[in-house]
């Protein structure tokens, strides 16, 4: 069957009758991010207004009889709908939803058909799969990867198509209805039970999906794809926004952009340059500190009579090296040290210091000084 909630999407409460009210436990995540488990019932309707999750949409938040409805989901042809107070089998109740937590819901639902749509259309990418995540969404293509080309055109024409006003309709469909192999799909669930759900826009797609949708494209507003994403089995994930989700993105990124205007004290087109200015004052400040840091542990140990060989850096990468000792022997060493470290050097009065790009071979440099160390002990 299909609950009210798929009927009309944009209800925003129902008058029903409880059917049944059992015990049950709900496991949820606590706010320390454990894992909890909450004691309630199970309540069950004639007919809901709050969607049970299902078609990669989250399910609905909402009350009855201002009662919280922590959780609904689909059982066969009933919602259960997991509360912590018990209701009367056989009582009136109003239900109501969470309306912007489902209106949110239906613009990007609705956003992922057309999106999906029109990536089939223009370049034959076809979906996979899709998430709808709590602040912004993944469409997974089944394509190893996407040009900035291929995705600018895509956004491009679908947000042609919001502006363009289409309808969305639902339509129901038998089993065997004809027309239900004509109808595009990733199938059903086992447990399905009564007609096939049809969304329709006008135009431009018809798939069978059990979610909630708007009636119009117009009320998805705009559209923003975000980028790409290296997804699972050579896929590649397209993410975006649809609707209030960006006007809030918008906000928060305009937010962003003035705390840097403040903080860099230049205008929004010359944030990065000034990022770049300071990452790189940053690193020649390190390097530096870096520097003048080895050579005062040299001060500090005396190497007038001792070989001293002091490294700064990442193992996987770059860094710095300071060779300290005996002028003679430090002159001797100091280029073979630079050369196994793969970079460059100079020194003068004992002292050879130097830049490497391969710090993974510093036990290679220290086995070279130990066997200068050996020989030098065997001369003598």
Same mark, same amino acid.
């Given at each position: 069957?299909?609950?009210?909630?798929?009927?009309?999407?944009? &209800?925003?409460?129902?008058?029903?009758?409880?059917?049944?009210?059992?015990?049950?436990?709900?496991?949820?995540?606590?706010?320390?991010?454990?894992? /909890?488990?909450?004691?309630?019932?199970?309540?069950?309707?004639?007919?809901?207004?709050?969607?049970?999750?299902?078609?990669?949409?989250?399910?609905? #938040?909402?009350?009855?009889?201002?009662?919280?409805?922590?959780?609904?989901?689909?059982?066969?042809?009933?919602?259960?709908?997991?509360?912590?107070?018990?209701?009367?089998?056989?009582?009136?109740?109003?239900?109501?939803?969470?309306?912007?937590?489902?209106?949110?819901?239906?613009?990007?639902?609705?956003?992922?058909?057309?999106?999906?749509?029109? =990536?089939?259309?223009?370049?034959?990418?076809?979906? @996979?799969?899709?998430?709808?995540?709590?602040?912004?969404?993944? +469409?997974?293509?089944?394509?190893?990867?996407?040009?900035?080309?291929?995705? =600018? =055109?895509?956004?491009?024409?679908?947000?042609?198509? +919001?502006?363009?006003?289409?309808?969305?309709?639902?339509?129901?469909?038998?089993?065997?209805?004809?027309?239900?192999?004509?109808?595009?799909?990733?199938?059903?669930?086992?447990?399905?039970?009564?007609?096939?759900?049809?969304?329709?826009?006008?135009?431009?797609?018809?798939?069978?999906?059990?979610?909630?949708?708007?009636?119009?494209?117009?009320?998805?507003?705009? +559209?923003?794809?975000?980028?790409?994403?290296?997804?699972?089995?050579?896929? @590649?994930?397209?993410?975006?926004?649809?609707?209030?989700?960006?006007?809030?993105?918008?906000? #928060?990124?305009?937010?962003?952009?003035?705390?840097?205007?403040?903080?860099?004290?230049?205008?929004?087109?010359?944030?990065?340059? &000034?990022?770049?200015?300071?990452?790189?004052?940053?690193?020649?400040?390190?390097?530096?500190?870096?520097?003048?840091?080895?050579?005062?542990? &040299?001060?500090? +140990?005396?190497?007038?009579? @001792?070989?001293?060989?002091?490294?700064?850096?990442?193992?996987?990468?770059?860094?710095?090296?300071?060779?300290?000792?005996?002028?003679?022997?430090?002159?001797?060493?100091?280029?073979?040290?630079?050369?196994?470290? /793969?970079?460059?050097?100079?020194?003068?009065?004992?002292?050879?210091?130097?830049?490497?790009?391969?710090?993974?071979?510093?036990?290679? =440099?220290?086995?070279?000084?130990?066997?200068?160390?050996?020989?030098?002990?065997?001369? /003598?």
């Amino acid at each position: 069957m299909a609950f009210w909630c798929q009927r009309d999407s944009y &209800a925003r409460e129902f008058t029903t009758t409880v059917v049944s009210c059992c015990p049950a436990e709900l496991q949820t995540e606590g706010s320390n991010g454990k894992k /909890e488990v909450l004691s309630g019932f199970q309540v069950v309707l004639e007919d809901t207004v709050l969607f049970p999750e299902g078609g990669g949409q989250p399910d609905d #938040r909402g009350t009855i009889n201002d009662i919280s409805v922590l959780r609904v989901t689909r059982r066969g042809e009933q919602a259960d709908h997991f509360t912590q107070t018990p209701l009367d089998p056989g009582s009136q109740v109003l239900v109501r939803v969470d309306w912007e937590r489902r209106f949110d819901h239906m613009q990007q639902h609705s956003g992922q058909h057309l999106i999906t749509a029109v =990536a089939d259309h223009l370049f034959k990418l076809k979906t @996979t799969s899709w998430e709808l995540g709590r602040f912004r969404s993944a +469409i997974e293509l089944d394509t190893p990867s996407m040009t900035a080309e291929q995705v =600018a =055109a895509i956004e491009q024409s679908v947000n042609e198509k +919001i502006r363009d006003r289409l309808p969305v309709n639902v339509r129901e469909l038998s089993l065997d209805d004809p027309e239900v192999e004509q109808v595009s799909g990733r199938g059903l669930p086992d447990d399905h039970a009564g007609p096939i759900r049809v969304v329709n826009i006008e135009g431009v797609d018809s798939n069978m999906c059990c979610g909630t949708h708007v009636s119009n494209l117009s009320d998805l507003q705009v +559209i923003k794809i975000l980028g790409t994403e290296k997804g699972k089995k050579n896929r @590649t994930n397209l993410i975006f926004l649809s609707g209030n989700r960006v006007l809030k993105w918008m906000e #928060r990124s305009h937010g962003t952009e003035k705390a840097l205007t403040a903080l860099l004290k230049c205008g929004a087109e010359d944030h990065v340059e &000034a990022v770049k200015k300071l990452q790189n004052s940053t690193k020649i400040l390190q390097k530096e500190g870096d520097s003048e840091f080895m050579n005062i542990i &040299a001060n500090e +140990i005396g190497s007038e009579e @001792t070989l001293l060989f002091l490294t700064v850096g990442d193992e996987k990468g770059g860094g710095l090296f300071l060779l300290a000792g005996p002028p003679a022997s430090v002159e001797t060493l100091g280029p073979r040290v630079a050369e196994v470290l /793969e970079g460059k050097g100079a020194g003068k009065k004992g002292r050879f210091q130097g830049k490497a790009t391969k710090m993974s071979r510093r036990m290679e =440099a220290q086995a070279l000084l130990q066997d200068y160390i050996s020989t030098q002990s065997a001369k /003598e």
